[in-house]
């Protein structure tokens, strides 16, 4: 995705064209999901305040 590469280059390669095309099916999957969210609007300079500054994973909040 990256090198903005074609399927067919990919697979000459030497990668299962089985699996890149599973792969193109599930970033084509995405990508049509991401295009049905709306655009968000941001309404203030943080975005969740004092509580919600360090990560959640990893365990930093315990």
Sequence with gaps: ????????????????????????????LNEYKRHQTPPILRVSKKAFGMGRRVPIVGKYLC
């Design 1 to 28: 995705i990256e090198n903005r590469k074609g399927p067919a280059e990919i697979i000459a390669m030497g990668h299962s064209k089985d699996l890149v095309n599973r792969i193109l099916r599930l970033v084509n």
